[in-house]
């Protein structure tokens, strides 16, 4: 197999690796508080050694897989109406308490169990600004959540609801979905923006998506066909070598 193929072959595992994280993108269109994923490709460049080419040929360019990240920009927000259902309008994330630890979200579509505590819809506990599960008074019906995260029931002021943030958003590992695992420590948001009775949907843009992935089976079909032609070319250089020497 000569170079060509090779860098051929480089580019299809790089449009496939988008194609996967299109699929995923467009599979959580409507999912509440999901980031769309983006890939990040640079040229893998290698100095041939010992070759007598013309001019400016001696750099062979493969594609690169480097990176996947998260595009954190807001989604549209959704008036629900349930005094549980949670959004942020700035920056930070609130904080969940998972059997693996503590993860944050975006999805703020929170409900009670049945002794009262504010989870989501896995079960997870929502966190107040100290770290610990926030729990509602049973019976309450009456429960009010500011834009500070303050939340007051029919009793007065229960707690409040924790708003975190990052310095750096990439280092964020998603777990699932919804969920985030944070590699260093959060830290409060001073003044958040919480929307009750409202929640954030997913940033995906379908169209966008579409489109994308229109030009990538595209490009992949076109790299494809040049991979048989250059399957076909050797081939054919063998084929007429072995019939000279014959």
Known sequence: MENPTYIALSRLDAQQRTMDVIASNMANANTAGYKSERV????????QKNTDTAPGGKVLAFTQDRATY???????LTQTGNPLDLALGGNGFF?????????????????????????DASGNALLDSGGS??????????????????VSGETGQIGKVGVVD??????????????????????????????????????????????????TER????VTQFVQ???ERQQNSIDKITQTQG
């Open 40 to 47: 990040l490709f640079s040229d893998y460049l290698v100095q």
């Open 70 to 76: 998260f595009d954190h920009t807001a989604g549209a």
């Open 95 to 119: 904080s969940v308490q998972t059997p693996s630890g503590v993860r944050l979200t975006r999805s703020g579509s929170f409900g009670l169990q049945a002794d009262g505590t504010v989870v």
């Open 133 to 150: 599960p926030i729990q509602l008074p049973a019976g309450d019906s009456r429960i009010q959540i500011a834009a500070d995260g303050t």
């Open 166 to 215: 990052v310095t750096d958003l990439n280092g964020l590992t998603a777990e699932g979905g919804k969920l985030f695992r944070s590699n260093t420590t959060p830290q409060p948001v001073a003044q958040p923006k919480i929307v009750q009775g409202a929640i954030e949907g997913s940033n995906v843009q379908p169209i966008s998506e579409l489109t994308t992935m229109m030009q």
């Open 219 to 222: 490009d992949f079909q076109f």
């Open 229 to 231: 032609s250059e399957n």
